[in-house]
Each structure stands twice: as structure tokens, then as C-alpha cells.
């Protein structure tokens, strides 16, 4: 309609029956791309985690490197620390092991000393058993009054000598197997 009335206005009466005239087309060609229009946005962004930086200790921070609300990244510096303090206290804390490692292997070598000592007691009691069980059994062999005299002071010695053993067992195995 508004064909004809456009011909009708430069003095052309459209033509009963004919197809209109086709209509000026331009042709492009398409391209894919991204359009971002620059948006303005008001809120309020917060952490996903927030951490707390400080020490246990008074004192032992020198300086912050960073401010609240700045972003860290994992192996930054945050923070420099006292070292004169922390090190004097890791040199003394180094010391004390020492001297417990010292106290520890004195302790172990005195043990091992005690159980040397109980062995040697041990086998000079035994000696000593077999000396006066030997002596005694002579004594018994001679027969005479000042033979039975020194036999009875063997057999009285032999018998000690044979609590001396029975104490030296005892005393080793306490060391060797505990209290039972």
C-alpha cells in the first residue's frame, strides 16, 4: 500500500498485475565476536578465607609486610620475625638435648657397669665357694682335732660363700630381667 501510494506520489499508477519491484538489499558477511557493553556494579566483595597473622609470644614480630586486606600469595613474606630471640632460645633448647642425650648415655653406660659388676661378684663368689668347699672337704680328710677345728670354720665359710653366690644370682638378675 505504501507502494502505491508512493508511485501515486511521483505520478506512476501501479501496474495492474505486476509483480512489485524488489526490494535494495545489501549483503555482508557475518563474523563472530564478543560485545561487551562496560557495566557499572555496586556491592560488597568478601574473602572466601580470611587469615590471622601473629605470634604466640609477645614481641617476637619486627614488622608486618602487609596490610589488612591485602592479597597474599602462597610463599610471601608476611611478616619478619625477631631471630636474635628465636635463636638464642633454639641454641639453648639444642643445649638441653645435648645434656640429656649426655645424662641418657650415662645412665645406659652405668647400667652396663652394674651388670659387669654383678657378673664379676658372681663369679668371685663362686670362686670362692669352690675354694672353701675344697678346703673344707681336706680338712675332712686329715682327721685331726686342729684339722676338724679349721674343718668346721671351712664348712661355716663355705656355707657363707654359698649365700654370697645365691645374693650375686640374685643381685644379676634383678638387673638383667627386672624386679620378679
Given at each position: 500500500m505504501l507502494i502505491s501510494l508512493g508511485q501515486?506520489?511521483?505520478g506512476q499508477a501501479p501496474k495492474a498485475g505486476a509483480p512489485p519491484p524488489s526490494p535494495k538489499?545489501?549483503?555482508a558477511t557475518a563474523r563472530r565476536d564478543k560485545v561487551s557493553e562496560p557495566k557499572t556494579f555496586v556491592g560488597t566483595v568478601k574473602p572466601l578465607r580470611k587469615s590471622i597473622v601473629g605470634s604466640a609470644a609477645p614481641g617476637?614480630?619486627?614488622?608486618?609486610?602487609?596490610?589488612?586486606?591485602?592479597?597474599v600469595k602462597k610463599g610471601d613474606p608476611i611478616?619478619?620475625?625477631?631471630?636474635?630471640?628465636i635463636g638464642a632460645e633454639k641454641r639453648a633448647a639444642e643445649a638441653e638435648l645435648a645434656l640429656r642425650k649426655a645424662e641418657l648415655a650415662e645412665l645406659a653406660d652405668s647400667w652396663g657397669n652394674k651388670v659387669k659388676q654383678a657378673k664379676a661378684?658372681?663369679?668371685?663368689?663362686?670362686?670362692?665357694?669352690?675354694?672353701?668347699?675344697?678346703?673344707s672337704s681336706r680338712g675332712k680328710t686329715l682327721g685331726t682335732s686342729a684339722a676338724r677345728e679349721e674343718t668346721e670354720e671351712n664348712i661355716a665359710l663355705a656355707s657363707q660363700s654359698h649365700a654370697l653366690v645365691e645374693e650375686a644370682v640374685t643381685t644379676l638378675r634383678k638387673l638383667t630381667q627386672g624386679p620378679n
Open positions: 501515486a506520489a511521483l538489499v545489501i549483503v617476637r614480630v619486627e614488622e608486618y609486610l602487609v596490610n589488612d586486606g591485602d592479597f611478616a619478619h620475625l625477631r631471630r636474635g630471640i661378684h658372681l663369679a668371685s663368689a663362686q670362686a670362692m665357694l669352690a675354694f672353701r668347699e675344697a678346703k
